[in-house]
């Protein structure tokens, strides 16, 4: 049996993707068979393909994709969690250039799959696990975000970042966004940021401080790292957190001097390789989606893995907000 499949030979730009026939095999003792209806896309993705990300693709014929969302066809001996028909979404816990779900038909172990909420369809669930995961896991997991805590959240208007802005909503916080410019400022208003930060124009630490009546954030949640990284530890009050979740800016991260604070780096895999992680991020997730108070903001969706290229020239652009879909066939 095959399946049409996404991969790459060399380290480049979207142009090196190609959708390839490959081998599928049966789903062997704890593995799953997944029909895959739709693709939620991510930064680190870009940074794997390009060379660029924390651990390095094996080539040729890599595999590429965290996120997705389908259904059970299959299972192998042993699973007990999964069942033909039953929807679910991969979490996102795997090696992608090994497991890479960018494909029409995904064999995964058991333990690399969640059931998908009651009632979410695919494009909704492909958009949700890893991005409010990351939030949750990162803000309030790790950082200790509560209720009547000012959080400065960088990078808002990626996937993570709009997020984040409702977890933080949804705990009771106050979501700080920051992006470059002002053509997002309006839409991150309307997803609930309390205050939008132009960097372009405006100074973080003079605004956060504005914001704030002088006492400064709580927490900051980060994608960027590199020097500003202590710009953002200026803008928090003494005894605040700072959470590296990302390094989009791949120079060394700066400390400030603006001390005591607490400073963590984030990985979720780290939270979602284990049982109970991914238990408690499906109970917030789930819930979220049921009340209303967790909904994806999709910037875009393209139809068929043919328009992967497009995808992710889209995602390297910069100009959407939100998260880009592919549809699946098959």
Known sequence: MTTK????????????????????????PGEVLVRVEAIGLNRAEALFRSGTYYYPATLPGSRLGYEAAGVVEAVGAGVTGYAPGDPVMAAANFDFGTHGVYAERVVLPEEYLVARPEGVDAVTAAAVWLTYS?????????????????????????????AA??????????????????????RLLELGAARVITTDTEDVVDEVRRITGGAGADLAFDAIGG???????EALRPGGTAVLYGWLDPRPAALSMNWPQT???YANGALVRTGEGRRRVAGFIGAGLRDGSLAPVIAETF??????TDAHRLMESNVHLGKIVVRVGG
Do not use: C, N, W
Request: aromatic residues 4%.
């Open 165 to 186: 802005i409702q977890v933080a909503l949804r705990v009771g916080a106050v979501p700080v966004a920051t992006t470059r410019g002002e053509d997002k400022r309006k």
């Open 227 to 233: 020097p500003g990284f202590a710009r953002l530890g």
């Open 263 to 265: 400073v963590h780096t």
């Open 303 to 308: 139809d068929g893995l043919e328009r992967i």
């Open 5 to 28: 499949a996404v991969l790459f030979h060399e380290v480049g730009g979207p142009e090196v993707l190609t959708v390839e026939e490959v081998a599928l095999p049966a789903p062997g």
């Open 134 to 162: 990351t939030a949750y896991g990162g803000m309030v997991l790790t950082g200790g975000l509560g209720a009547g805590d000012h959080v400065v959240i960088t990078g808002a208007s990626s996937g993570v970042g709009t």
